[in-house]
Each structure stands twice: as C-alpha cells, then as structure tokens.
C-alpha cells in the first residue's frame, strides 16, 4: 500500500469512528442501514462489475437473508401475524445461518441452469434474475404464515445492541467486504474474473472453465448479500416485501451503475452516498426520488458508462502511480522445457469421418485426417472451405458433429465428448481466425492466465512475474510487444493483438496448436520471423496447425498440406505435391471438385 493510500484509509478510518459522536442516534442508524447497502453494492459489483454477470434480482438473496432472521425468531398466527418474539441469540445466529445457506443454494441452482446453458447470454440472466425475484416477492405476498404477508415480520429486532452499537458493527462488517473484495481483484483469481468477463470463449480455450467461475461468484454474491440482509433484519427487526423487491434490486444497480462497476469504491461510497440521501428525500418526496433513481441510472449508463466516482478512483490511483510506481506485472524468459514428446510422426489428434453442419448447411462433410507430433501441417482451401469450423469442431466436442475425433495426448485421459476447456488443458492450444485477447488485461497478465493453462488461480496471491518459454519470448519480440508488458490488450493495434494471441496460444505450453491465420496483418519480414518460431515449435516436438491463405508462405514452412474444398479433404501430402495438384488449382479457381 503506497503512502498516499495508507494516509487516506486511515483518515477514513478516523472519520468513521468520531462520526456517530458527532450525529445522533438516527444518523447512527441511517448510516448503519448504508454501511449494509454498501457491503451488497460491493457483493453486486463482485458479480457485475468483475465477473460480467448482470444480476437483476439480487435484492431476492438480500431478503432470503432477512427473511430467515424473521422467521427463526418469531412466531406466527395461522394469518401469517407475530404473536410472539424470541430473543434467544441462538435463534439470530441460526435464521442468518438458514439464509445464508438458503440463498448460497439457491443462487448455485439459478446460476448452473442460467449459465451452463449453451444459449446462456447477458439477457438470458437479466429475465431469469427478474422473473425469480419478481416470482419471489409474489409467492411472499400469497403465503402470510411464511413471512407475515403483505404486512411483514417486525418487531423481532435483537435487543441490548444500541444504534451506536450497530453503527460499529456494520462499519466493521464493511471494512472487512471491502478489504476481501479489494485482495481478490487484484489476486490471480482476479485476473481470471476480469477475463471471463472480457471473453469468455478465449478463456475457455486457455483451460479455465469460465461457467464455474460465474457461478462460484454468483453464489459468493448472494452469500454475502444475505449475510447483509440478516444483519440488516436483526438491526431493524423488520423483514418484509420490500426487501425482495424490484425496486431494491434495481437501487443496488443504481448504486454500482453510479459508483462505477469494477472499482469496488465506487460501488460502495454510491451505496451509502445515494442510500442516506434516498431516506432524506424519501422522507418528504417518496414518489419522485423512484423517478430520480431510475432517471439516474438511464443518465448514468447513457452518458457516464464508467460511473460517477469510478472514474475519479482510477484518476487518483493513475496520478499516484506515477509518483509511486505499482508493482506491475513483467514478463520473464524461463528456461526452456519441451512442451511436447520429441519424435515426431506420432498421431496425437485422429479424425475420422468428421461431419458437422450449421442447420441444413454441412460445411464438413466426412473430413479424415491425422494431427502428428513434430509435424507442422498446414489446411488451406478456399474461402467458407470449412477450414475455421474445423478448429472448433475438433478444439470443442460440445459442438454436435458426427464422426470420431481422438485424442492422444499422454497424460491425459479425455472423455467421449470433452468440454473446450478440458480439450485445452489437455494441450490443444488455438488461435482464433480473428484476434481475440482480453480488453481489459495487460499483455503481462494475458500472458500470466494463457501460462496456467486452467489451473485454478490463487483467491488471495498476486502473482508479479510471469516465466514463459523462450519461443514466447521470440514472439513477442516478432510481434513487436516487447515493452509492452503494462500495455491494456484494448490499447494495442490489431497486429499487435494478433501477436499477442499467437503468444498466448504458445505460453500455454500446448502439444498441439492450432492458429487461424496467424500471420494476416503482418509484413513479410515478421512473416518470415513467425515462420521460424513455428518451425522451432514443430523441432521441440509440438503438432502445429497452421490454417492459411498464403501459399508462398505455406509452401515454405509446412512439412504437410491438407486442402479442404466445401468441407472435404481433396489432398493430402506433401507441399509440392500439393502445389502441382489439378484438383487443387480447380478448388481454388472456383471449379467443382467432387
Ligand atoms: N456460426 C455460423 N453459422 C452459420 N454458418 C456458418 C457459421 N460459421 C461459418 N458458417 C458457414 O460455414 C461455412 C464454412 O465457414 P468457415 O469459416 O469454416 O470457412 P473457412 O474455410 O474458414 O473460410 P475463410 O477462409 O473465409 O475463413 C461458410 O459457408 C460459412 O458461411
């Protein structure tokens, strides 16, 4: 923590311990409410702002929370009234307990059907997290002798702890969500969160499964939140509708749209900022401060997407790096480890009969080929040939397709129809057709993720140098990304990015790999120096795909070619064979070959 830093958490620290002195026993109180809305703001933008997943319902695991509070802790007439109110401290600890694991439950449920689904997609979690709390607040409403009805359960507050008292408590509470929060962002697993978010489908094909970490911080949001709501519902002693309620839900967005998603500050000084003069004005204009909420989030997401106090948080944090410099994160040479099985001529991908098709469209049609160790084979074809369908088909088996595909890639096991993140941890690194990188990750720390291929990174440790093989190394020099390290992926060129993929696809130590065209963009001479990095991958053992347009280049390097026309195989042999072949200068003159 830099000075500035530690000079500023302390004021703040100082500011919150003499402020209820100086405020009364309702300012204690409403500052108490605050602390709680902000520690969900912190829980939302955990779920939101780092790992993409739009929760509109998240007010449901803050009412789960008080809910269970309520009802462990009083007891009801048949018509759903408190007739009377238990103050045993066992029966608080085990309502929050309920809650908590009540929501962390449910939350795991709604976010594995949400999201393992193969059409899940932001707007798809947007109407399942509505409907599930609007659902919620009905199912409340109908069944008085769960939660009191429309009326609610009050009075159940837990007695000897003063406003005063909860003022500590929930600024506690908060400063400890906030410290957690601020060790994961920017731990490893932080890193991994951000890029799921930026590009699932690219984290996915570096070994991570980007599904299970949605829903671990989907579930860790909603704990955390119905934590919030049972402390709230003992502070309070009321636990009602309004809790599940859209309208709560939609402040929490408010209050994270404002605050700024991904900062965790913004999010938490826009909850309480916004919370305390929401019960000032709700007060005297309770009608217009819903109009004004609403009216701010549109304005909000409209003309300030970074939210109001994010992008002072990240002004601060960008003037004080340059007086003290963070400790980035750099990238090193490790020493040189063979990634494949040297001797090449052994088969490590078979396929055999392969056909896959979009809809009534079959665009591989029977395709048999083998991928060998050591060999550096190259797909050409004509345009819509199938050459990139082909690459997904074989680096994701979810893909429905007819035919075998097997993998022989020692050490590992894959199953009938392997997922593309165990195909990837299994060696099968890719490099899409068109540059696809993490917007909002360094080249150092894109590196950093592609280098753990899918291991799971640590919650707290931030990792400051990443070690990549020599070939990488290479790579990134060709690619012209050598101190670029702190560079953001979004600020680099599209040659740039190009580079940094074929590198990714490398540092994951693949034994096989597979790129989609991966010098287009680059000039002659960076051509010539890819070509030589590939050729040194193929020497050190590793089964290099190569899918290419230019068949100078492609003549030059490969050892094989296979050439695909309307998604069959119309040759396969050696690069001079090829050239010479009819069949091939027919398919590419655009005459049918069948
Ligand atoms: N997601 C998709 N949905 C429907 N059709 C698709 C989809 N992706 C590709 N196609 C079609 O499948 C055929 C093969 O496309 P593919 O991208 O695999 O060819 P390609 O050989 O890689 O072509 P290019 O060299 O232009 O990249 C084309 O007719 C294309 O229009």
Redesign the pocket.
Known sequence: MSRPVLIATAAAAVVVLVAPYLTGTYYQQLLAQAFLYAIVAVSLDFVWGYAGVPDLGHALWFGIGALSVGHATTVLSDVGLVTEVHGSFGRYALGTLTGVVAATVLAAIVARLCLSSRRSNDFYIVVVTLALATAAVTVYDQTPALGGGENGLFGFNLQNVTPLGWYYITAALLAVTVAVALVVVRSDFGLLMRAVRDNAPRARYLGYNDVNVKIGVFTAGAAVTALAGAVFAMMTGVANDGQFSFTLATSMLVWVAVGGRATIVGPMVGAIVMSLAGAKLNEHFPAQWTIIEGALLIAVVVFVPGGLIGPLVRLAGRLLARRYPPRGRAIAAAPARPAGEPGGGRPVIRIRDLVFG??S?R?LDGVTLDVVAGELLCVV????????????VITNRRLRSRGEVEYLLPGHRLGDRPAAHEIARAGVGRKF?IPSVFASLTVAEALLLADRRGAPPSLWRRSTTVEVAPAVVDIVRIAGLDGRAGTLSSDLSHGLRQGLEVAMAVAARPRVIIL??PTAGLTAHERHDIGRVLEHLRDIGIAVVL?E?DLDFVIRVSDRVVV?HG?RVIEDGLPETVRGSEVVRSAYLGTAVR
């Open positions: 979009y809809g469209l665009v074809g004509p345009n819509g040939a199938g050459k990139s369908t082909l690459t997904s057709q989609d065209e899918i347009h695909l998604g």
